[in-house]
C-alpha cells in the first residue's frame, strides 16, 4: 500500500531521511516511534506531498508520489497527479485543524461536496454515520469552539475518514490533550481499528495505544529505521539499546 525506496529528504545540510526503505501492506496498522527529530513527521509530510523528496520514490497504491507515466515516459508528479493521491490519504493533524467558521456537518461534509463532488444529501448521510461512530451525533450543529479539544480530534477523525481514504495518517493526535480527552480520542481509534481495515501510519507517544492497535511498530532513529517488530516483541523485548533508551525515557516522562 505505501512503499518508501532509498528515501532522502535533506533540510539544507541537516540529512534528515538517509536512504529510506520501508513498506506497509493494505489494511496493515503501523506505528512511528522514536526520539524528538527522528524524522516521523517528515514521513507523514512526505505521503501527503506537503514535502518533496530529494532522492529515491514513494508508493501508494499503484501510484508514484514522485513520477508519473506519459506517454511511456517517466515524468515529474505534477499538481493534478498529486491531488488524485492525495484524496486516498486522510490525515489528522495534532492540531485538530477545523473550520472555525462552519458548524461540524459542514467541516465534515465540505470536501466531499466540494473535492469529491457528491451530493450534499449522502455527503450529509455519510457524515451523520461518522459522527455516531465517533460518538457526536449530538454535536451535528455546534461550532468547532463550542467543542472541548478532544471532541474536536473526533470530529477531525470524522472529517478525514469522510474522505473514504485507503490511508490513514495520524501525527500526535492527542498530544495537545489532557489525558483524559486524549483517552476518548484513542478509544474511537481503537474501534476503527477493530471494526475496519484501513491502513494506518501513526505517530504516537501513545506507547499502550501503539500496543494495542498495531501490527508492527518502527523505532526510528537519525532518519533509519532501528528496528521493526510485532509491538508485544518490541516493547517487551527491544534488541537495540537505543531502543531501551528510547522506551524508557518515554515511560519517565508518563
Ligand atoms: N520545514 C523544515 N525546515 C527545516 N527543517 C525541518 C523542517 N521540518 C522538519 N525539519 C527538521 O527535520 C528533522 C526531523 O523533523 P520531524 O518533525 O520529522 O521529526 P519527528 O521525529 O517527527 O520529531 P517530533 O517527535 O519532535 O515531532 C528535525 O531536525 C527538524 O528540525
Redesign the pocket.
Known amino acids: 500500500m505505501i512503499r518508501f525506496d532509498r528515501v532522502v529528504k535533506r533540510?539544507?545540510d541537516?540529512v534528515?531521511l538517509d536512504e529510506l526503505d520501508f513498506a506497509v501492506r493494505p489494511g496493515e496498522r503501523v506505528t512511528?516511534i522514536?526520539?524528538?527529530?527522528?524524522?516521523?513527521?517528515?514521513?507523514l509530510?512526505l505521503l501527503m506531498t506537503l514535502?518533496r523528496v530529494d532522492g529515491g520514490t514513494i508508493h501508494v497504491g499503484e501510484d508514484c508520489l514522485t513520477h508519473v507515466r506519459r506517454g511511456g515516459r517517466l515524468v515529474p508528479a505534477d499538481e493534478k497527479h498529486l491531488r488524485k493521491v492525495r484524496r486516498r490519504i486522510g490525515m489528522v493533524f495534532q492540531q485538530f485543524n477545523l473550520f472555525p467558521n462552519m458548524r461540524v456537518l459542514r467541516n465534515i461534509t465540505e470536501a466531499p461536496v466540494h473535492v469529491l463532488g457528491r451530493s450534499t444529501e449522502d455527503a450529509e448521510r455519510r457524515a451523520r454515520e461518522l459522527l455516531d461512530v465517533v460518538g457526536l451525533a449530538d454535536k451535528i450543529d455546534a461550532y468547532p469552539t463550542q467543542l472541548s479539544g478532544g471532541q474536536q480530534q473526533r470530529v477531525a477523525i470524522a472529517r478525514a475518514l469522510a474522505m473514504s481514504p485507503d490511508v490513514l495518517l495520524l501525527?500526535?493526535i492527542t498530544s495537545a490533550l489532557d489525558p483524559e480527552l486524549a483517552a476518548e480520542v484513542l478509544d474511537v481509534l481503537r474501534d476503527l481499528a477493530r471494526t475496519s481495515d484501513i491502513t494506518m501510519l501513526c505517530?504516537t507517544?501513545a506507547m499502550k495505544f501503539a500496543r494495542d492497535v498495531s501490527h508492527r511498530v518502527l523505532m526510528?532513529d537519525a532518519?533509519k529505521i532501528v528496528e521493526d517488530k510485532p509491538p508485544a516483541e518490541l516493547f517487551e523485548n527491544p534488541e537495540q539499546e537505543r531502543t531501551r533508551a528510547f522506551l524508557r525515557s518515554v515511560l519517565d516522562e508518563a
Open positions: 533540510f539544507g541537516n534528515v512511528l522514536g526520539p524528538s527529530g527522528s524524522g516521523k513527521t517528515t514521513i509530510r514535502e501525527d500526535e505517530v507517544h526510528f532518519g
